[in-house]
């Protein structure tokens, strides 16, 4: 079973603050990516990494950042958050092995942005 | 540009009958596909996938089949259960790095 956990489910916060989303998983998987989802839109690839210290940018530009300091251990930074960066955010990993990449998901963070 | 559509936003479908769900890719190079189910305020949760050099894969009650030539795939669920009311996404897998997802199609089952 998938282990892979995400802090807080829930986030609303006034324009300007800097929040930490928290993500972390259990099954010593080397890469771990986060997706940005809106209602009714597909996932999109916002950073990921391949193991510690490997960050990349993903295909949506983001003005979050991340860090890999620890394999099971990825978290978002927003520095200062705004109104746009409303949204769900979706933290995933997988093992480096070839396959066909099936990505394990946390529960997400509804971050509400005012 | 999007490379996979899912063009169906949702679909109903009476409890016991088959559920059809539609996914289109325009990139001949992926070389996995994945179907995942996501229920409110949840990730999505990894269902069946397939290979490239496959037309079917089945799991229970979830079958996908992959029309290469038409650069399409389906999944089927049989017999459709309440329990399976969700959104269904489609990804597809370029390499081992990433998956491209659709916008996702949700499923209603009713009694």
């Known amino acids: 079973e998938a282990d892979i956990y995400q802090t807080p489910r829930y986030l609303v916060i006034g324009t300007g603050k800097k929040i930490t989303l928290e993500c972390s998983q259990t099954m010593g998987h080397d890469k771990m990516y986060w997706y940005q989802q809106d209602p009714g839109m597909e996932l999109h690839l916002i950073h990921y990494?391949?193991?510690?210290?490997?960050?990349e940018k993903g295909d949506l530009s983001s003005e979050s950042t991340v860090s890999r300091i620890r394999t099971e251990h990825f978290p978002l930074t927003l520095e200062s958050a705004r109104p746009s960066h409303t949204s769900q955010y979706l933290c995933?990993?997988?093992?480096?092995?070839?396959?066909?990449?099936?990505?394990?998901f946390g529960p997400g963070t509804r971050l509400t942005v005012l | 540009d999007q490379q996979v559509k899912q063009n169906s936003p949702s679909l109903s479908v009476q409890e016991g009958r088959i559920s059809i769900l539609n996914c289109d890719y325009t990139?001949?190079?992926?070389?996995?596909f994945l179907w995942y189910k996501k229920y409110p305020a949840e990730g999505p949760t990894f269902l069946i996938s397939i290979s490239s050099i496959k037309d079917k894969n089945e799991d229970g009650r979830f079958t996908v089949f992959l029309n290469k030539s038409a650069k399409h795939l389906s999944l089927h669920i049989v017999p459709s259960q309440p329990g399976d009311s969700a959104v269904y996404f489609c990804a597809a897998s370029p390499n081992t790095d990433k998956l491209i997802f659709g916008t996702g199609t949700r499923l209603q089952v009713f009694p």
């Open positions: 995933a990993s997988t093992r480096l092995a070839g396959g066909p990449n099936e990505q394990f």
């Open positions: 990139n001949s190079m992926f070389d996995y």
């Open positions: 990494s391949y193991g510690v210290n490997s960050t």
